[in-house]
T-cell receptor, first 113, second 116 residues
Framework: GENVEQHPSTLSVQEGDSAVIKCTYS??????FPWYKQELGKGPQLIID?????GEKKDQRIAVTLNKTAKHFSLHITETQPEDSAVYFC????????????FGTGTSLTVIP | GAVVSQHPSWVICKSGTSVKIECRSL??????MFWYRQFPKQSLMLMAT?????????EQGVEKDKFLINHASLTLSTLTVTSAHPEDSSFYIC????????????FGSGTRLTVV
């Protein structure tokens, strides 16, 4: 089955700096890779996603890159703000396994004012 | 956008009692709902997948008699934790999607269950 690994588990950056979170996946059939932001005591919120036919996607300060050959994808947050502090999860899914999501282990991001 | 309403947001119950958690899709018909459990500082673990009008499919290691899932309508799925024990204390989250699309999952806000 699919195995998603996520690094780092914790990340602290100064406000205004960039943050990068990386994930790898094992199943080459996976073709959809969403990123979720989870604040304490709340459910995950989709912040950006990418499909396997695209190498990069950007939405304001957030971008995601995908390397299908290496089977890894990354989340990039630029000009970080304190409100970006949260736990971020990557996920992978493929239609061969009922489209269920396989989540990474999460990255706790702290943006220091 | 699509909204999934989950209630209650938190609940405390005594050991041996049952607790029901509801998940409603407010502005779309959710043909499939997923139930996850999340322990502190850990990732989301899929418990079961429920399709409207049929029995839920449980992940390996999840007791179907303990975690009862009902998906009787296209807008409502419930998870009942029966005979709850302290080790069942966790954060339970549902997610839903419309149709068979691989995309467009929406998560509920989660339910913090504490069994005392």
């Amino acid at each position: 089955g699919e195995n998603v690994e996520q690094h780092p588990s914790t990340l602290s950056v100064q406000e205004g700096d960039s943050a990068v979170i990386k994930c790898t996946y094992s199943d080459s059939a996976s073709n959809y890779f969403p990123w979720y932001k989870q604040e304490l005591g709340k459910g995950p919120q989709l912040i950006i996603d990418i499909r396997s036919n695209v190498g990069e996607k950007k939405d304001q300060r957030i971008a995601v890159t995908l390397n299908k050959t290496a089977k890894h994808f990354s989340l990039h947050i630029t000009e970080t703000q304190p409100e970006d502090s949260a736990v971020y999860f990557c996920a992978a899914s493929n239609p061969n396994t009922g489209n269920q999501f396989y989540f990474g282990t999460g990255t706790s991001l702290t943006v220091i004012p | 956008g699509a909204v999934v309403s989950q209630h209650p947001s938190w609940v405390i119950c005594k050991s041996g009692t049952s607790v029901k958690i509801e998940c409603r899709s407010l502005d779309f018909q959710a043909t499939t709902m997923f139930w996850y459990r999340q322990f502190p500082k850990q990732s989301l673990m899929l418990m079961a997948t429920s399709n409207e009008g049929s029995k839920a499919t449980y992940e390996q290691g999840v007791e179907k008699d303990k975690f009862l899932i009902n998906h009787a309508s296209l807008t409502l799925s419930t998870l009942t934790v029966t005979s709850a024990h302290p080790e069942d204390s966790s954060f339970y989250i549902c997610s839903a999607r419309a149709g068979n699309s691989q995309y467009g999952y929406t998560f509920g806000s989660g339910t913090r269950l504490t069994v005392v």
